[in-house]
Structures are given as structure tokens and as C-alpha cells.
């Protein structure tokens, strides 16, 4: 089945960096989700980008699909923006299964 | 609009005991819907989904089993939890194909 890696596995930085999350998968897919798993453990939708760029406020997202990546941009990070990034997609060749990356825990320190 | 809803949100149970977590959803027919579970500090591990009432597609061998008894409900069960059964629970839905998935708040279940 489809793979789905995402990159760092952790990172800590002080409020007001940027960042840059990766994630890789190793088919082609049809969807693609960035996700905010929040400290009370609720998956917040970030963004449904199976390919082109999407900007909401101070996130973006960029995916990149025939190279197969995706990546989630945050800018001037707030404390807020703690918590787990998952990157989720389904592939062509099983299109109802959705796959899970092992995730970012991003850690914003005041 | 479409809403999901998962109960109960924090649940304890013994060893031994059965289970049952269910999950509705409200808005749209035939969606996909989604079972996972999450250990502490792990990613989503995907346990069942299904595409229509009475199809069911079992993703890990394991103590648990899903139904799909109306459109727009999905349970989820044990007749007997064991410890490693611990965790949480996440359900899920897509109105289609090429749609976003929305996921309900969670059942956090502790088997003692």
C-alpha cells in the first residue's frame, strides 16, 4: 500500500520562526489533507490540496504532485500553533483508504 | 451542514468487558466512513472504513469489529477488551472520492 513519511518528526522553535513541514508519499494520489491534531487531541482541517498551492492566513500549503510531496509552510509562529501536523492522503489504486503520515509535533516556545 | 458526532468522549472499562462506540453523521447520504485509533503519542492507525451500509473493510487483525447498520452510522465493537485495546478512538467521514475527510472529537478509552 501507500506509503506516507513526514519529516521532521519533531521541531522546536521560538514564537514568530517560520517553519517547513514535508511530507512524502511513495504513489500517486487523488487527495491530499494537512491536518492540526490540538493538545485536547482534535483533528483540526487545515488544508485539501491534492495539488496547486493554498494560503489561509499566516499557513500555506504547497503540493507537488507528480514529484510526490507536499509541503506546509507556518508563518511567524504562534504558541497556538502547537501540537501534531498530519499529512493524509488516498491513492488511486485503493481510493477509499485514507493513510496517515506518523506526523510533526511542532512545540512553539513563548 | 454536515456534522459528526462521536460518543462517548472519555470511556473506562474493565478488562473483559464489551465495547461499543458509535459515530453518526448528519448532512449527506452514502458517505465513507472511518474507524482509528491513536496510541499515546503515535500517529492514526487506521482500523475499519466502509463505503455503504453492510460493507465493512478491516484494515488490521485485531480484538475489534465494525458494523454499519444505516447510512450514516458507524459502530464500533468488542466483546472483550483486552489492555492493548487502550487508546484513541477516531471516526471519520468523506461525502466522496475527492472530498475532505472530517473527523468527530474523539472517544478516549482506557482499558483497566
Known amino acids: 500500500g501507500i506509503q506516507v513519511e513526514q519529516s521532521p518528526p519533531d521541531l522546536i522553535l521560538q514564537e514568530g520562526a517560520n517553519s517547513t513541514l514535508r511530507c512524502n508519499f511513495s504513489d500517486s494520489v487523488n487527495n491530499l489533507q494537512w491536518f492540526h491534531q490540538n493538545p485536547w487531541g482534535q483533528l483540526i482541517n487545515l488544508f485539501y490540496?491534492?495539488?496547486g498551492t493554498k494560503q489561509n492566513g499566516r499557513l500555506s500549503a504547497t503540493t507537488v504532485a507528480t514529484e510526490r510531496y507536499s509541503l506546509l509552510y507556518i508563518s511567524s509562529s504562534q504558541t497556538t500553533d502547537s501540537g501534531v501536523y498530519f499529512c493524509a492522503v488516498r491513492g488511486y489504486s485503493s481510493a477509499s483508504k485514507i493513510i496517515f503520515g506518523s506526523g510533526t509535533r511542532l512545540s512553539i516556545r513563548p | 451542514s454536515q456534522t459528526i458526532h462521536q460518543w462517548p468522549a472519555t470511556l473506562v472499562q474493565p478488562v473483559g468487558s464489551p465495547l461499543s462506540l458509535e459515530c453518526t453523521v448528519e448532512g449527506t447520504s452514502n458517505p465513507n466512513l472511518y474507524w482509528y485509533r491513536q496510541a499515546a503519542g503515535r500517529g492514526l492507525q487506521l482500523l475499519f472504513y466502509s463505503v455503504g451500509i453492510g460493507q465493512i473493510s478491516s484494515e488490521v487483525p485485531q480484538n475489534l469489529s465494525a458494523s454499519r447498520p444505516q447510512d450514516r452510522q458507524f459502530i464500533l465493537s468488542s466483546k472483550k477488551l483486552l489492555l492493548s485495546d487502550s487508546g484513541f478512538y477516531l471516526c471519520a467521514y468523506a461525502a466522496g472520492l475527492n472530498t475532505e475527510a472530517f473527523f468527530g472529537q474523539g472517544t478516549r478509552l482506557t482499558v483497566v
Open positions: 490540496i491534492p495539488s
